[in-house]
């Protein structure tokens, strides 16, 4: 190979990563025929920049299909249910089914447990989640009220989080937020892929406390079906 193909090989290499970010910036998120609001007893919110951009809670779409809550989104959504309140040690827990990993988008998109829902629904609501893409990787992030990430701003990889085996191939994800006494734990497919300080995390422009509501989180353009979402007291 030349000086100067390795040169262009070199240089392509490097402008990949922002070619992917730049298209993961872009995509545009749909609007959900038929969508809003249909699983009895729960509530939802857009994000900010959902709204600025003239998308709304009906544009996304949350059903039940037995026990199951079947999720749609349009705009990347936060729902969740107000007789779902946990306080002092527990652990939330549920499992994430994604039937064709990408089918909507043109990069992996996550999923995942929200926690520490305070005044939700509102300009001042606080909660942190921990998501997973179908990719093998996972983030844990938050909005205190505004924005912010505990594993950095492109999340991390882990050999537990599962990957598709294709595009269109299904995907799932048992994700679980622990919290105790001195730290908040992510665990996904049964191993702790993230743990954090409880004093880092419930603090200004962060939680305002990790009791409160707690639901599920889907980015936008993704289909997914969420089972078995639990709260467990733990001692």
């Given at each position: 190979?030349?000086?100067?193909?390795?040169?262009?090989?070199a240089?392509?290499?490097?402008?990949?990563?922002?070619?992917?970010?730049?298209q993961?910036?872009t995509?545009?998120?749909?609007?959900v025929?038929?969508?809003?609001i249909?699983?009895?007893g729960?509530?939802?919110r857009v994000?900010a920049?959902?709204t600025?951009?003239g998308l709304?809670l009906?544009?996304a779409?949350?059903?039940?299909?037995?026990k199951?809550?079947?999720?749609?989104?349009g705009?990347a959504?936060?729902?969740?249910n107000p007789?779902?309140k946990a306080t002092g040690?527990?652990?939330?827990?549920?499992?994430?089914?994604e039937p064709?990993?990408?089918?909507?988008?043109?990069h992996?998109?996550p999923?995942?447990?929200?926690?520490g829902g305070n005044?939700m629904g509102?300009?001042?609501?606080?909660y942190?989640?921990c998501?997973?893409y179908?990719?093998?990787?996972?983030?844990?992030r938050g909005?205190?009220?505004a924005a912010?990430?505990?594993?950095?701003p492109?999340?991390?990889?882990?050999?537990?989080?599962?990957k598709?085996?294709a595009?269109?191939a299904p995907?799932?994800?048992?994700?679980?937020?622990?919290?105790s006494?001195d730290k908040?734990?992510c665990?996904?497919?049964g191993k702790?892929v993230?743990?954090y300080?409880?004093?880092?995390?419930?603090?200004?422009?962060k939680?305002?406390?990790?009791?409160?509501?707690?639901?599920?989180?889907f980015?936008?353009?993704?289909?997914?079906i969420?089972t078995?979402l639990?709260m467990?007291?733990?001692?």
């Amino acid at each position: 190979m030349s000086h100067t193909s390795r040169y262009l090989l070199a240089a392509a290499l490097l402008l990949a990563p922002t070619f992917t970010q730049a298209q993961a910036d872009t995509e545009k998120s749909r609007t959900v025929a038929g969508g809003g609001i249909s699983a009895k007893g729960w509530a939802g919110r857009v994000d900010a920049k959902e709204t600025a951009a003239g998308l709304k809670l009906e544009d996304a779409k949350l059903a039940m299909n037995g026990k199951d809550l079947v999720v749609t989104t349009g705009p990347a959504t936060t729902y969740w249910n107000p007789a779902n309140k946990a306080t002092g040690n527990y652990t939330v827990k549920a499992t994430f089914k994604e039937p064709s990993y990408m089918n909507v988008n043109t990069h992996p998109h996550p999923y995942g447990i929200v926690i520490g829902g305070n005044d939700m629904g509102t300009e001042s609501e606080s909660y942190l989640y921990c998501a997973a893409y179908g990719n093998g990787t996972f983030i844990v992030r938050g909005f205190g009220p505004a924005a912010f990430q505990l594993n950095g701003p492109r999340g991390g990889a882990d050999p537990a989080v599962n990957k598709a085996a294709a595009k269109g191939a299904p995907v799932e994800q048992e994700i679980a937020v622990t919290v105790s006494a001195d730290k908040i734990e992510c665990a996904i497919n049964g191993k702790v892929v993230g743990s954090y300080p409880k004093a880092d995390v419930v603090t200004a422009g962060k939680l305002k406390s990790t009791d409160g509501l707690y639901g599920i989180r889907f980015a936008h353009n993704t289909d997914g079906i969420v089972t078995d979402l639990t709260m467990t007291k733990n001692k």
